[in-house]
């Protein structure tokens, strides 16, 4: 009898444990994650955090968390797997009453893009397994935009490409002058205009003198990035996705030197934008310049790209004094009539790829003797 009463006092006690979680087992049960920073560049670490929130006296023995993620976000593999194009990452928690538990991630951005959470599964359940709930993720974390890495390993850039100091690539100039910029007075001659009379010098002086002033100084460039990695005609199916990513990473530090000799620069990209032609930026100076633009290179989807005529058609000068820099994978016959036409610069990114050999600067990955010049 003894026995019965000690086995329906055990049952009693599992079925209201049971009862106990299937009604409250959620209640005041939340999760997080999220990322330490919106940006960052590939091969940069950044921290990932889970959060789990017990706000009742009810304790969670156990909770599983079993995350969907692009695969260049590289967890630990310890927690990881990778299958085809997505990784999952599996966490497990256990909260007492009242308790907070957070798990922060070291993660390596091994790629450039715009990433977040695609999916959470959270299941947890009673001290026995018996009840099994799924709960919903309050929040995903936001996205993380990774930006391309720079190519450094050949030093600087835009001195090879528009051989400064080497001798000067011709470069139109405005014939007007800045009416800020005073370079000296001169004597009045006819046709002057009388505002840029200096009668102060010219009482002293005893004559008309006028404020001489300087030519209009536009410091403005215009980057155009090619991202077909060959001809149309050369009879290739697919593009060189390593050879792409070089490329852009090649645009990325001639972008960030050209924001660092204070010009005023925008960017020609040979994709489709929404309206099937070029995505251009406006022309921008500075920090903000640069962390859009790298943005806009994070974003580049490598499809619906554009041909190299259609580029080199979208990126004429805009004004007098421009300097125009084209960054491709190959150049050809078109490359070569557009830099007769406009004076541009080529900085060409793929080894002997030069077809047209017009490169001003080859900038392979690994070159010959380990320079890139």
Known sequence: MELLVGIGLILLVLF???????????????????FSDAHATEGETVSFTETVTNDKALPIPWMKAELTLSPWLDFPESHSTVSGSTRFVTGFFSVRGHARVSRVWQVTCEKRGVYAVEHVVLVTADLLGAVRLSLPAEELGGTLTVFPRRFCSAGLLLPKCFRMGMGERPV?????SDPFLTAGIRPYAAGDA???????????????????????????????????????????????APLQEHTIRVCA?????????????????????????GIRTRYGTGASMYRQSMALLAQLRLESLLSMPKL?????????????????????????????????????????????????????EFSEGGTNA
């Open 253 to 277: 530090q001639c972008l960030w030197e050209a924001l660092q000799q204070g010009r005023s620069v925008r960017l020609c990209i040979g994709e489709s934008g929404e309206n099937g032609s």
């Open 194 to 240: 009388w505002n840029q009379i200096h009668w102060k010098a010219s009482a002293h002086a005893g004559t008309l003198l006028v404020r001489k002033q300087e030519p209009t100084a536009q410091k403005t460039m215009t980057i155009l990035l090619c991202l077909e990695t060959h001809p149309a005609d050369a009879g290739r199916m697919t593009q060189d």
């Open 172 to 176: 139109a100039q405005s014939i007007f």
């Open 312 to 364: 080199l058609a979208q990126g004429a000068p805009s004004g007098w004094g421009e300097q125009l820099l084209l960054v491709t994978p190959y150049s050809d016959a078109s490359v070569a009539a557009w830099k007769q036409r406009t004076h541009g610069a080529v900085a060409v990114t793929g080894n002997a790829r030069d077809l047209a050999h017009c490169a001003d600067c080859l900038v392979p």
């Open 16 to 34: 209201a444990e049971i009862g106990l979680y299937q009604k409250y087992g959620l209640r005041g049960l939340s999760y997080r994650c999220q």
